[in-house]
């Protein structure tokens, strides 16, 4: 390593002292005026990185739906996901170091995670359309440098299109063109085949709008999407990532009932999906449901337990991977399937393996998978929404003074800390009918989150307002008491 290049420039990208940051739910966010070391220092992380695993990596300069001023840097792993838990910890060590320990921590990292540092780095970089995202990325690339790391920085991109780029390259282009061209070649030509496929079988389908017309919206990195509608009498329906979920399994489900292969086929939720979504998959659908704890990776790993793993979070963030052995099987069917319905269904199959981002939760190629479901099956956004009711609910949150004196386990579900807050809770959602409540300290912002559900709105409201005051009297509420709603 060049210490002298090292001293260099951490001396041109200063950490503000006494400042610490954590590698959050989705790596660092905070204000971007207090980053410009953490992407600096990201920079030499992302180098690190992929001389250990001999591979590109990736690094998003975002805080997506954020406000503004904020910012925010994600590593990407080699085949796209997240990077490994393992590394994040490497990650706040980096992040948090006073600069004349830099470059100790950064042989410490070696030596635990058999780094060579003579090997070669390459870091694909993007970033959103914050004002501050292009000076945060030029950081990125002097930290990169220092390292004597190869870059290459895509500019402005959408957090799926980074995590879809270093799966190209590291797949030597076996899951696409490491361009954005290629991506949407890609998708576009999944897209056109499926539809054409349902078009040729029936004219009546088409993606004409209907009276309730359905509208969709991204968030800041375009790595989450919900659809939504206003009825005839002006009521606002949200269609959320759980209804997403149920209607790509309803269309999945019923193509592999026609392959006949015996896929193993389940659904990943965190807590916050909607209990009635939950019921529908495992009782009407009846497809296994697992819950996990917030965040993206968490569902993606279990996902990948299965031939066909769909996820989603209620908030939209979500996709499904088909295992290795799933995908090879279905392209066999496409090739050498005799029986015309059984080879139909195994070409929607690979088409929708092509449509959809296995890397990541993409908004885009979400988009595209849902109206192709809804052409091919002739729905109106009103049936989709129409499937199950939502359980009414109420999400809130309440500054404490530090919100790590909450613990949870069974995936979020149960508070193991301060001591008598599940109980309490426990007794609260008793006074309710099919009620349920949970609270988890935030991974993105320094708040304690509340979820509740039940019967009626009211009681839903009544609930979380009830854990709210629960959470504040045993977990040091800072301000004011929490009002009812
Ligand atoms: C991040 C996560 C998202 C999660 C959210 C929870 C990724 C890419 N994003 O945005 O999955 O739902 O954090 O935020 O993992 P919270 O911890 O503040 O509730
Ligand atoms: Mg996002």
Redesign the pocket.
Known sequence: MDSEALRKYSALHPRPAGLTLQY???GFRSKAEQLDHVVFRMGLLAGLRSKAVTATIGIMVTA?HNPEEDNGV?LVDPLGE?LHPSWEEYATQLANAEEQELQKVITEICQKAAVNLHKDASVFIGRDTRPSSERLSQSVIDGIQVLGGQYHDYGLVT?PQLHYMVCCQNTQGQYGKATLEGYYEKLSKAFMELIKQGLARSTSLGLDMKPNERCCSFDGDA?RIVYYYKDTAGHFHLIDGDKIATLISIFLKELLAKVKQDFKMAVVQ?A?ANGNSTRYLQETLKVPVHCVK????H?HHKAQEFDVGVYF?A?G?GTVLFSKAAETKIRQLVKEEKDNEKREAAKMLENMIDLINQT??DAVSDMLVIEAILALKGLTVQQWDALYADLPNRLLKIQVADRRVIDTTDAERRALTPPGLQEKIDALVKKYKLSRAFV??????D?V?IYAEADTQENADALAHEVSLAVFHLAGGKGAPPQPI
Do not use: I, Q
């Open positions: 959050g739910t989705a997506s994600k997240m957090t790595d965190t916050y917030t965040g993206v990776k569902l979070e908030n963030h990541v939760g988890r300290p935030s991974g993105t912002e708040v989150r």
